[in-house]
Each structure stands twice: as C-alpha cells, then as structure tokens.
C-alpha cells in the first residue's frame, strides 16, 4: 500500500514537474515577443519569487491544519484550471502582460502551499526505511524533467506558440491530482482551534521552536541554507560568465554543461535509489562533502590562464568541463539527498509543514543573496581566484558542520497536544550542545 501511494504520489508530481519545465522556457520567450522588453521578463520572474517567499510562512502553518492529500488533489487541479484558462485566452489572442503577471502571483500562491504540503505527505506515506531511496527518485525525476522540459517546450513553442504550452501544462496538473486522489491518506487532526492572526504567530513560532529543539535542525539547516547560497550560483551565474568571457563558448556548448550537471545529478539519484539502497547515509554524504569541492577545485585551475595556454584545443576544453561538471552533479546529490533526508526523518509529524516552510524562506533569501555576491565578485576578481576560494571555504564548512549532524541516532521528541490545541515538543527546554551529537 505504500509503494502504491508513493509512486501515485512520485507520478503526479513528476508530471505536473514536466509540464512546468516545458512552460518554464516558454513564458519568458512570449514575454519577449509580446513586449520587447527585458524589464518586462523580469517582472514576471520577480511577482513569482515576491508572492513565493511572502506566502511561505502562512504555507506551513496551513500544511499542519488541513488534510494534506486533499490539498494537493485541490491545489493542482485549481493550478490546472487557471492553465487551461489562460490557454482559451492565449488562443483568442487576448493574453497581456498583467493578466500574465496576476496569475502568476496567484499560482506562485498556490505553489507555495503545494511545495510545503507535498515534502511533508512524502515523510507521511514513506517508510523512514525507504524514505531517501524516494528522494532519491523524486531527484532523479526532477533531472528528467530538467533535461527533457525546456528541450520539448522550445521546440513546442516553436512549432505551435504560447496556447499548446500552456494547454499541455494545463493538462499534466489535471494528470497530477487525478493520480493523487487514489492515494490511501489517514489525516489525524492535530488543532482543534479555529485559525485567527493569534493562532497563526502561535503556531509558527512552535516551527522555530522545534528547530531549536531538536537537536542538529538547526545545524543541517544552516548547512543547507549556506551551502545553497555558495554552491547554486555556480550553475546559472558562474558558468554562464566563464563559459563567454573566458573560454569562448557558445552557448550551445554552455547548454550542453549545464546539462551535464543535471544528468549527472540523475545518475546519483539512480544510483543511491538502486545499488546504494542500503548503504549508510553518513558515508554518502562524506563522500559528497570531499568530491564536489574537490571537482570544483580541479575546474577552477583548469581555467587558470597559464593552464589554458597549454591547452589548444577547445574541443578539449570542452571535454574537461563536461566531464567536470557531470561529475559535480553526480557529487553534490551525495550530500543533497542523505541530509535532506535527515531532516524529514527527526521532524515531528504536526510541525513537518511549518519547518519545512521555514527551510524554503531559509532557501528563498541566501540563494538570491549568493547570486549577487557572486555577480558582484565575477565583476571585480578573476573567475579561478574565485572559484578556486569558493571550493576551499566550502570543503572547510562541510568537513567542520558534518560532525554536528546526528547521523547515528535522534534525541526523543514525541509531541503532544496541550489544552489549547497547539503542538507541544517533549524536552524543547533541553539545551543544544554539539559534544552530544
């Protein structure tokens, strides 16, 4: 039964994920055509990302009241209806720029009560046995959609347009909450108090309670928040940059390396969800934390000037990146996937939504802050300087924050519901210290 209900689960999100990956190259191509304007794309970018990160907070409170299969049945039919909708209205030519910007706040809403509620029913319906193996999946399907979306959208976009774009990913939401409605949920009401403004703070702020509480929470999510914030730019900034400026790739060859990454980050996942099923976690990630730098750091003295000028061939050069970054992404899903599963393992079930919310605010503000210093550090040093720094400070981090992560075993935290009908964590007073990690 719950092989069943996972892979229902794992179906629907893995489809509704194609169908944005396909929308996801097209809308800033219609935003061009439509407008002309650079400025414009940004604006739809930037009313997504605004309206995400503000109604986080409200997600995770509300994740933990309300039946979390029921939501995601609701959720995703409501995003598809919108889709299909704005299909009709793309068909008859009537699609403008604020009508664009307005839904897309509205599903970046609905997004973000999606993101919260389905990472938490993953935890509910998994075996803690099994349970990075299913991350292990959910990543690797995530990669396919990743390499297979924006190559199907541009071509469909092409071929037919904005209205066949949003009509499949219309199509692939409604998909998704047909699966996840054959999903076997047993939903245990945890409040019983009606949600007001009083509520709200006071059930949020046992979300932040709980991550002071439980012991090493706050250190694996400080080590995720701040490895996103140095490692996430290398790809959508750095590479980009170096890839132009430095090595004198098209853009072509930059597609090709980006892609390199994701597929190596799908064989990892394969890999961990198969032949490394029963291998200890601990091992896997400290088989991340030393590779990934360690690739990276072979990178940056490859673009090192006086390394180039031994190397003639750009053809070689191409190779090398490949091979390196494939080998990044292949690295990095060792430390990504066994912490991440960690962390759903020692959350309490009635305050898995709040903190998981927390984690994508955690997310939300570093990794934009790392794309700035990153901007900001490529217009004032030299790439392999940087690079090169990057790697070192993260191998330092990771090698320090690892012995503060509880691999072997997890501290009692039953919960229990007070009077009031809010959560309560056995032993929250208890005092965090890293010698009992």
């Given at each position: 039964m719950k092989n069943k209900n996972i892979a229902l689960l794992l179906t629907g999100m893995g489809v509704s994920e194609l169908g944005s990956q396909i929308q996801s190259i097209a809308i800033p191509l219609f935003v061009l055509k439509l407008t002309g304007s650079a400025t414009s794309m940004g604006l739809v970018l930037l009313s997504s990302v605004v309206v995400g990160l503000g109604m986080m907070p409200f997600s995770g409170v509300i994740s933990d009241r309300w039946n979390r299969k029921n939501a995601l049945v609701v959720l995703d039919l409501l995003n598809g209806f919108i889709l299909l909708a704005l299909a009709y209205i793309a068909f008859k030519n009537r699609l403008t720029l604020e009508l664009l910007i307005v839904t897309t706040m509205i599903r970046s809403a609905i997004g973000a009560l999606f993101q919260t509620s389905s990472s938490a029913i993953l935890v509910d319906i998994a075996d803690q046995d099994n349970l990075r193996s299913v991350n292990s999946i959910a990543r690797t399907l995530n990669s396919v959609s990743s390499l297979a979306g924006p190559a199907i959208g541009g071509v469909l976009y092409g071929f037919f347009g904005i209205t066949i774009i949003l009509f499949v990913n219309a199509i692939s939401f409604i998909l998704s909450g047909i699966s996840e409605m054959f999903i076997q949920y047993k939903y245990n009401p945890s409040h019983s108090e009606r949600l007001s403004v009083k509520t709200f703070f006071t059930e949020f702020n046992e979300g932040i309670k709980a991550i002071k509480t439980i012991k090493g929470l706050f250190v694996m999510l400080l080590f995720t928040a701040l490895l996103n914030m140095i490692d996430a730019p290398i790809i959508p900034i750095f590479l980009p940059f170096v890839g132009k400026q430095v090595l004198g790739f098209s853009a072509t060859n930059i597609g090709l390396i980006t892609s390199a990454y994701t597929f190596g980050a799908l064989i990892s996942g394969m890999v961990m969800a198969t032949a490394l099923k029963?291998?200890?976690?601990?091992?896997?990630?400290?088989?991340?934390?030393?590779?990934?730098?360690?690739?990276?750091?072979?990178?940056?003295?490859?673009?090192?000037?006086?390394?180039?000028?031994?190397?003639?061939?750009?053809?070689?050069?191409?190779?090398?990146?490949?091979?390196?970054?494939?080998?990044?992404?292949?690295?990095?899903?060792?430390?990504?996937?066994?912490?991440?599963?960690?962390?759903?393992?020692?959350?309490?079930?009635?305050?898995?939504?709040?903190?998981?919310?927390?984690?994508?605010?955690?997310?939300?503000?570093?990794?934009?802050?790392g794309y700035l210093i990153y901007g900001f550090l490529l217009d004032n040093t030299t790439p392999h300087y940087l690079l090169l720094g990057v790697s070192?400070?993260?191998?330092?981090?990771?090698?320090?924050?690892?012995?503060?992560?509880?691999?072997?075993?997890?501290?009692?935290?039953?919960?229990?519901?007070?009077?009031?009908?809010?959560?309560?964590?056995?032993?929250?007073?208890?005092?965090?210290?890293?010698?009992?990690?």
């Open positions: 029963k291998t200890d976690s601990k091992k896997l990630f400290n088989f991340g934390i030393i590779t990934a730098p360690l690739f990276q750091i072979v990178f940056a003295f490859m673009i090192f000037p006086k390394t180039l000028a031994l190397i003639t061939s750009t053809v070689t050069v191409s190779v090398f990146s490949l091979v390196l970054y494939f080998m990044m992404g292949f690295s990095d899903s060792f430390v990504n996937i066994p912490v991440y599963t960690k962390i759903q393992m020692i959350i309490p079930e009635e305050v898995r939504g709040r903190v998981f919310s927390i984690m994508s605010i955690l997310s939300s503000v570093f990794m934009p802050l070192v400070i993260t191998l330092i981090f990771s090698l320090v924050l690892k012995r503060f992560i509880p691999w072997e075993s997890f501290p009692d935290f039953i919960t229990k519901n007070d009077e009031s009908g809010t959560t309560a964590l056995a032993g929250q007073d208890a005092p965090l210290d890293p010698e009992d990690f």
